[in-house]
């Protein structure tokens, strides 16, 4: 199976989505990549591009953060320190529930032809993640009922092993490019800041974790219907 094409300008082919579906229905699109990849960079740039396009409120990101298990659920696994040393990896997720809450993303009727009833609607919820606590936060964030598009950007959006299948689920799914050496030394660095270590240590957890991470992730890059390059740095 041959690696899907490159896109060239993804903000029109957002924009070229957006035009061509009815206005009552909201359109969800993936952004999936290999830790380090840059992908909550890349989605909050192409919503805000796509937003001065289309008028603000038109897009928003979401990420596949907030459906951790939680470390509740992972100390009553069989081995509790390797279910905590493996967080991050596609069985430590809840892709039922991430399933569940996009299917209702999806279906929810936008009314968007009518800007009074869209904006007297809640909207929908969906959770985060406290660093700090290390868990989820549920409806953390809100769904304005006005917004078209969704862009939800995380590691397995692409995977279809370990519970994961979210075909059917996204019009499109994006997979961000860049080479794993790179995405590795950006990952080493993240984790030398903001966990406080030296680069050995760094390293040690990426080898343990964020490498055997990136490997299943890349492996289902050729499911996405498009690849785009990681903006300039």
Known sequence: MALPPMLVDPVARLVSLCRAAPVARRLVV??????????????????AQLNQVLGEGTARVIGMDGFHL???RLAGFPDPAAAVARRGAAWTFDPAALAMRLRAIRD???????????SARPGLAW???????????????TIPASVRLVLLEGLYLLHRDDGWNLSGLMDECWYLDLPLA?????????????????????????????????????ASRRRADWRIADLPR
């Open 30 to 47: 993936g952004l999936a990549g290999v830790p380090g990849a840059g992908k909550s960079t890349r989605a909050e740039a192409l919503v």
């Open 127 to 141: 959770p985060g993640f406290s660093h700090g606590t290390g868990d989820p936060v549920e409806d953390a964030i």
């Open 182 to 218: 790179q995405a590795m030394e950006r990952l080493a660095l993240r984790h030398m800041a903001t966990r406080g270590i030296d680069r050995a240590k760094a390293m040690a957890r990426i080898e343990g974790n964020d490498r055997l991470n990136a490997g299943i992730v890349a």
């Open 70 to 72: 939680t470390r509740a």
């Open 108 to 118: 929810e009727p936008r009314q968007g032809a009518d800007a009074t009833s869209a």
